[in-house]
Each structure stands twice: as structure tokens, then as C-alpha cells.
């Protein structure tokens, strides 16, 4: 499974970055945290949820409004659970901006403060009746280790925005409240879309027949196989059984999105990319 891959992913990440032998000299105090938990919780009723991530323990604790919101029971929801219900188009996205994050946090030029910075973005999750929610994530330092100054806790609050439509953009905001304010703030965020604009503007393998296929689906997304094959004097088996499957295979090792699962997804992808 894609999402298993990635969990292991960032557990791997999280052993290079926290050992399970560190010890840390925690900032903030925890009386502090319980009182902005005890204010986030005055929040769920307004369609919104938040847990707050373990690094170096590797689990999610103060689970709050995720059974009322996403479905799944608070008390047991861990960081496997979270992983499972990303929409898999995203998870390579996410992992950029969660590299970016600790890149950002863990600058020399980057003073934290608890609860002070953020990093907003858009993420589809999968509730329980089998239906995407398109939320908006705010990840907040939750708690800081005094000898490194890295960040050992995020908090994740999350507002409910509406039901995901396909292929709806992540649009990645870092900042300090409403402003970029840091240059690793700012070179954090001039990565990421280097690395997009960088993957868009490689060469693509695609022959002649198969971006004329995919600008037909792109412009008529209803159109049937039926007729892109009449209009480009192509057999449908060949469509079928060869075509459709070269495309995905080259649309996913292109973009590094496992999740393109037919050519109509890869045609309106690189429509929204303006590739096409």
C-alpha cells in the first residue's frame, strides 16, 4: 500500500532525526500546553479537530473532535490511522512540505516559539463513511527541546472546508501568522515549488498519439473511449489493453504520484498544472 510506504518513509525519517536514545530538555511548560488544549477543545463544535504529534515517541496524543468530524474514535487514533486516510495523490506532496517543515524549523536563522509559526496547507482526508473531506491543516510547534532548539511536538488543527473534488490543489502556505517572515521560511516554500515547476518542465515520455488522447479527455472529460478512438483512427482494444496502461505508468513516474489510477485522472492533472 502506498500510505504504508510513506509511513515508513517519515518513521525512518524520525529515527535519523530523534533517536530513540535522546534525551531532551523540554521549553515549554506543560501546563502552558494544557491550557491551549483545553481552549482548542471550545473549537470542535465549529467543524474542526487537532491532535498533536510525538516526534520522538513517533505517536499521536490530545486527539480531539476526530470521531465527530472524520469518524474514527479519538482515544485510539494513531499515526498509522493518520497515514491511511490521506488521499494517496498527495502523500509525495505532503512529504515535501513535511521535509520543508523540519528544514524550516530546525534553521540557525529560525527563532521557534510555542505555538508561533505555522505551516498551512490543504489536505484531502478520508472519513469513515468512505467520502474525501477537503481540510485545512494549520501545524503549529507544540513543544521545543532547549539544547537543540528543534522542534519535538507539532500540533495539527484541522477545519473541515467542504467534500473533495478531484484533483483539488494543496495550496502550501508557510508563515509566521499571515506573512512570510524568515529567508528559511521563504526558501522553504521556493523549494517546494522549484521542485514542482522542475518535475512539470522535465521532458515528458509521452508519444504524439498519447497527448493527443489526454488533450481530448482534458477539454471533453466526458468523452468515451468509443469515440477517442474514431477520432484519432485508433483500435479500441489497443486503447484498452496497451495505451491506457503506458500512460498511467509514465504519468506516475513522472509526477512520483502512484495514486493516477486511469488517464482521465493524468488528463485533468496536467490540465490544472496548465500542461496541457
Given at each position: 500500500?502506498?500510505?504504508?510506504?510513506?509511513?515508513?518513509?517519515?518513521?525512518?525519517?524520525?529515527?535519523?532525526?530523534?533517536?530513540?536514545?535522546a534525551s531532551y530538555d523540554f521549553l515549554v511548560e506543560k501546563t502552558t500546553q494544557e491550557t491551549e488544549i483545553e481552549n482548542l477543545k471550545?473549537?470542535?463544535?465549529?467543524?474542526?479537530?487537532?491532535f498533536v504529534?510525538?516526534?520522538?515517541e513517533r505517536k499521536i496524543e490530545h486527539a480531539y473532535g476526530i470521531g465527530e468530524w472524520l469518524g474514527y474514535p479519538d482515544a485510539n487514533f494513531a499515526l498509522f490511522d493518520y497515514f491511511r486516510i490521506i488521499?494517496?495523490?498527495?502523500?509525495?506532496?505532503?512529504?515535501?512540505?513535511?521535509?520543508?517543515?523540519?528544514?524550516?524549523?530546525?534553521?540557525?536563522?529560525?527563532?521557534?516559539?510555542?505555538m508561533g509559526q505555522k505551516i498551512v496547507i490543504q489536505i484531502p482526508l478520508l472519513h469513515a463513511n468512505g467520502k474525501y473531506i477537503l481540510t485545512k491543516r494549520t501545524l503549529y510547534p507544540f513543544q521545543i527541546d532547549k539544547k537543540t532548539g528543534m522542534v519535538t511536538s507539532y500540533l495539527n488543527h484541522y477545519v473541515v472546508l467542504?467534500?473533495?473534488?478531484?484533483?483539488?490543489?494543496?495550496?502550501?502556505?508557510?508563515?509566521n501568522e499571515a506573512e512570510l517572515v524568515t529567508k528559511a521560511e521563504s526558501n522553504a516554500l521556493k523549494n517546494n515549488q522549484k521542485m514542482l515547476l522542475d518535475t512539470l518542465n522535465k521532458p515528458f515520455s509521452f508519444n504524439t498519439n498519447e497527448i493527443k488522447i489526454l488533450e481530448l479527455i482534458a477539454f471533453k472529460p466526458d468523452i468515451t473511449q468509443k469515440e477517442i478512438c474514431q477520432k484519432l483512427d485508433i483500435k479500441l482494444e489497443t486503447l484498452?489493453?496497451?495505451?491506457?496502461?503506458?500512460?498511467?505508468?509514465?504519468?506516475?513516474?513522472h509526477f512520483d504520484i502512484e495514486a493516477f489510477s486511469s488517464i482521465k485522472e493524468v488528463a485533468m492533472f496536467l490540465k490544472k498544472e496548465g500542461v496541457i
Open positions: 500500500m502506498i500510505q504504508q510506504n510513506f509511513l515508513q518513509i517519515a518513521l525512518e525519517e524520525l529515527n535519523k532525526r530523534y533517536p530513540t536514545d471550545k473549537t470542535v463544535k465549529y467543524e474542526q479537530f487537532f504529534l510525538n516526534l520522538p488521499h494517496s495523490r498527495h502523500l509525495a506532496a505532503l512529504n515535501m512540505s513535511a521535509q520543508s517543515a523540519f528544514a524550516t524549523a530546525n534553521s540557525d536563522a529560525f527563532s521557534l516559539k510555542f467542504k467534500e473533495y473534488q478531484d484533483l483539488d490543489a494543496m495550496d502550501l502556505r508557510v508563515g484498452q489493453k496497451t495505451t491506457n496502461r503506458r500512460i498511467i505508468a509514465k504519468a506516475r513516474e
